[in-house]
C-alpha cells in the first residue's frame, strides 16, 4: 500500500490543522482596523481642512476679481466721458479758430497818397 493511504487520517488532521493556522491569522482584529479606519480618517479630515482653505482663497480672490472689475468699468466709464469732453472742446476749438485767426491778421494799413 502507499504511504498516502497508510496515513490518511494523519495527512487529514495536518491538513486542518494548517488551514485552521492559516485561517485564523489572514483575519484582522478590531483593534487593527480600528486604528486603519482612524488614520485614514485623520488624513481625510487633513485633507478637507486644506480644501477648506484653498475654498476660502479662492471665494476671496473672486471677491477681490469682481471689485477689480467694477472699478475697471468705473474707469473706462470715466475715460468715455473724459473722451467725450475732449471731442467737445475741440469741435468749439475748431469753429473758433477762424475767429482768432481774423483777429490776429493785422490790419491792413491805410494807403497813402502818391504825390
Known amino acids: ?10 495527512a487529514r488532521v495536518a491538513a486542518v490543522i494548517i488551514l485552521g493556522g492559516l485561517s485564523a491569522t489572514a483575519c484582522a482584529t478590531n483593534q487593527y482596523v480600528d486604528e486603519k479606519f482612524a488614520a485614514v480618517n485623520s488624513r481625510i479630515d487633513q485633507v478637507d481642512a486644506r480644501l ?7 471665494e476671496a480672490g473672486n471677491t477681490s476679481a ?14 468715455q466721458a473724459a473722451a467725450t469732453e475732449a471731442r467737445t472742446a475741440n469741435q468749439r476749438l475748431d469753429t ?20
Do not use: V
Not at 500500500?1 to 494523519?10: E, I, V, Y
Not at 477648506?52 to 479662492?58: H, L, S, V
Not at 467694477?70 to 470715466?78: E, G, P, V
Open 52 to 58: 477648506m482653505t484653498a475654498t476660502q482663497r479662492a
Open 66 to 79: 469682481a471689485s477689480a472689475s467694477s472699478q475697471a468699468a468705473a474707469a473706462n466709464s470715466a475715460a
Open 1 to 10: 500500500m502507499s504511504w498516502l493511504k497508510n496515513h490518511a487520517a494523519t
Open 96 to 115: 473758433l479758430t477762424p475767429r482768432i485767426d481774423a483777429l490776429e491778421k493785422p490790419a491792413t494799413p491805410a494807403r497813402r497818397p502818391r504825390g
